[in-house]
């Protein structure tokens, strides 16, 4: 079954996920064992792999050695139009509609598009939505956005169902990398109530606890990256 459909089949079964994110620069390839191992023992659902600067050849080798040496699902979360790797499962392609730059809308995936159409893995349109967390991110500063005020619900919501009206096919609610603050869960409850879209949450989930609060609200898929590279998850 395709990544996407099995994603939306879990969701009308109401069986909640989290996804691992794994950075490739951060990785240490001659600890890779150690590093399966964790993941075998944390069972996330799912496995994505990005970052904000990531080496072309750490991308490819780390989902290369996750595809053969694990059964979970890669998905591809690019930071750029260069972040592709043949052997993932999936990729997302991230229309940044909390922003207005038109490079982060439709420029980079022009540029990525070519080497797309050519390969095998399946593409979900996903709109990424960025939230504030009180500090600069780096998703904000380099694509010179702003994000959408904590407590403009409204507008988080006109933005969720304008991308769902647009045909994108996933919501990330984005509070940024180690967010001081995580997304609120009135926003993910009211954007998960009147979106039938899979709502991706992540940015600041430092604990189990914490997952089980955003999936309460309403997260389908939950995005844990920094704790679990700090080995605090
Ligand atoms: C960042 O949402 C992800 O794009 C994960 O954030 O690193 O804070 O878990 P953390």
């Not at 050695?65 to 690019?78: D, Y």
């Not at 390969?119 to 994000?147: A, Q, R």
Request: proline share 6%.
């Amino acid at each position: 079954m395709k990544l996407y459909k099995y994603l939306k089949k879990q969701k009308q079964n109401q069986r909640k996920m989290w996804a691992v994110l794994l950075d490739p620069d951060k990785v240490d390839f001659q600890q890779f064992r150690d590093l399966l191992k964790r993941i075998n023992f944390a069972k996330p659902d799912i496995i994505m792999v990005g970052g904000s600067f990531i080496s072309k050849q750490n991308l490819d080798k780390l989902v290369k050695k996750l595809k053969k040496n694990c059964q979970l699902p890669v998905i591809l979360f690019p930071g750029g139009p260069t972040q592709i790797a043949p052997d993932a499962d999936a990729l997302m392609l991230l229309s940044l509609i909390s922003g207005r730059n038109a490079d982060y809308l439709i420029g980079k995936h022009v540029e990525a598009a070519p080497e797309l159409a050519r390969s095998d893995f399946e593409i979900i349109p996903t709109g990424y939505i960025l939230i504030e967390n009180g500090k600069t991110t780096s998703v904000e500063y380099i694509s010179n956005t702003k994000p959408i005020p904590r407590d403009k619900t409204d507008i988080a919501l006109a933005t969720a169902l304008a991308g769902e009206m647009l045909g994108l096919k996933m919501l990330y609610l984005e509070a940024g990398s180690g967010a001081k603050k995580p997304v609120p869960p009135n926003m993910i409850s009211t954007i998960s109530k009147h979106s039938r879209l899979p709502v991706i949450v992540g940015g600041g989930i430092k604990s189990k606890a914490q997952m089980l609060k955003t999936w309460a609200a309403g997260a389908d898929i939950v995005v844990v990256g920094t704790a679990f590279e700090n080995m605090t998850f």
